[in-house]
């Protein structure tokens, strides 16, 4: 896969720089943001001194630094490819095929997602520029309602936050949560539930518990890509679960539990990312029942469940079983603040006191001040509004920014009607796209991060909460035309 050079940016002048300087340190610079990944062949010699209107000689010069200081591969005849650049140890993941036989070792490679996790901060202060982020505007949050509960706390002695806190989290907080639990039929007492710093540390605990070296966990093909770092340091063997535009493929579910005997699945129930799909009852049913059958965890992540307007159709698989096999997960980041880290486990009573003695081990207590300002949030009855009005205004820009995707060419998977995300299909390399994407300055999310073993796809998530600069549209054209006449 090539670099695209039309896309690319004359480096910025800096009279204490040489050209050669100049160049190296914008080449280091992509290849360290990822934007150039590992395998991409370099522009061409005689390209890039055309595209960056310096001589042949400067440009030779530069990629023999290059070569020199480890950042790339020449190849005779062939060109300059960047390379494969290891600080540390890597997250081994296995990679692994449905056709296998259930006895095959995986092939390792590394788990790749620093791509986007590094250019995040990218476009934290202008979200309009990342209609690849997984988080709302922060124009769209409420600060006051944080700020209004951390003024209350102050009020209060300060001794009661001077201890570790308790070993399974606040228990008010535990006690709430038990009620909300109980408005989507999941029956939890407050021994049941674990507080968690979000999401990531709840699938850590349970990777830990739960997964020894060679053991089968199903996935989303695609699904969150920051869980499959995870599993796979854990040794887990990461088998992908495809998905149609009305779910999960089951039938294809069934066919890997026979062959792989997992340890356990992760899945959305509720609008799922990227796809924007929610479980059926019926297919919540056929579910546990594979899950009774072939005796597999269901670890049920519900972060997107309060996008969900009341009445939509989707079945929590937590309200059906009751937490005898399926683990609850909830976090508020998406509709609060990334930075609270506050979520929660929910489980049978055996499963909460074995995560409760790992999470101890592991990081002692969560912290309780986090804990305390979601309790006073969610008791002084303003986050129903807050959520009522979250949702209205997503689905105030959603239809129009699946009109403004379609109209530059893509095709979506399906349309969502709730939630943030639409799954949308670019018809080019979604790498080659994010990458010219990240140098006209928006983050966009190719969908081989949505894949346990990084598929190269066309597909590309969009958050169509972000998608409102007038720009994307017109890049997006501009790229798309670009590829259509390199191939024509």
Same mark, same amino acid.
């Given at each position: ?79 300059? &490819? ?52 997984? &988080? ?191 683990? &609850? ?149 501009? &790229? ?9």
């Amino acid at each position: 896969m090539s670099v695209p050079l039309d896309l690319i940016p004359a480096p910025h002048d800096a009279s204490a720089l040489t050209l050669v300087d100049q160049l190296v340190q914008w080449a280091r610079r992509r290849i360290e943001e990822r934007v150039f990944r590992p395998g991409m062949r370099m522009p061409s010699i005689r390209k890039l001194a055309l595209d960056k209107g310096v001589s042949r000689f400067t440009v030779v010069e530069a990629y023999e630094r290059l070569v020199a200081q480890g950042y790339l591969d020449s190849r005779r005849g062939s060109g300059f &490819y960047v390379r494969e650049r290891l600080a540390g140890p890597a997250p081994v993941e296995r990679r692994l095929s449905s056709n296998a036989a259930s006895d095959a070792a995986p092939a390792p490679s590394t788990i790749d997602v620093v791509w986007l996790l590094r250019n995040m901060l990218h476009t934290s202060t202008r979200p309009e520029r990342g209609p690849g982020l997984g &988080y709302l505007p922060s124009r769209w949050l409420d600060g006051e309602l944080i700020t209004g509960a951390l003024r209350t706390l102050g009020r209060q002695s300060g001794a009661q936050m001077l201890g570790f806190g308790t070993p399974q989290g606040f228990l008010p907080l535990r006690q709430q949560l038990q009620t909300r639990l109980e408005e989507l039929e999941i029956g939890a007492s407050p021994e049941q539930i674990v507080l968690v710093s979000g999401i990531t540390q709840a699938i850590d605990l349970i990777a830990r518990l739960y997964v020894q070296p060679g053991d089968s966990v199903i996935v989303g093909d695609p699904a969150w890509f920051q869980m499959f770092g995870r599993f796979a340091s854990q040794g887990a063997r990461l088998v992908g679960m495809p998905y149609t535009p009305d779910g999960p493929d089951l039938d294809a579910l069934e066919t890997l539990v026979q062959t792989w005997r997992p340890k356990m699945l992760v899945i959305n129930s509720v609008l799922q990312n990227p796809t924007g799909t929610s479980l059926t009852a019926a297919q919540a049913f056929r579910i546990l029942r594979l899950a009774e059958e072939h005796d597999f965890i269901v670890v049920e992540d519900d972060i997107y469940g309060d996008l969900c307007p009341p009445g939509f159709a989707a079945t929590r698989l937590a309200s059906l079983d009751q937490l005898r096999r399926v683990i &609850y997960l909830g976090s508020f980041s998406k509709t609060l603040a990334a930075n609270l880290r506050v979520g929660f486990m929910a489980s049978s009573l055996d499963v909460a006191k074995a995560v409760t003695d790992q999470k101890m081990l592991v990081g002692m207590t969560t912290p309780e001040l986090n804990e305390r300002v979601l309790y006073k949030i969610l008791t002084e009855g303003h986050y129903r509004r807050h959520v009522e009005r979250l949702r209205a205004r997503l689905d105030g820009v959603r239809d129009k920014s699946v009109r403004m995707l379609e109209k530059t060419g893509l095709r979506m998977f399906q349309t969502p009607a709730a939630g943030m995300f639409v799954w949308a299909d670019t018809g080019v390399d979604a790498d080659a796209l994010a990458a010219a994407g990240h140098e006209e300055g928006f983050l966009l999310t190719p969908g081989s991060l949505f894949s346990p073993q990084q598929s190269p796809t066309t597909w590309m998530r969009f958050n169509v909460a972000n998608c409102g600069d007038p720009a994307l549209p017109a890049f997006l054209c501009r &790229y798309l035309d670009s590829v259509a006449r390199r191939a024509s």
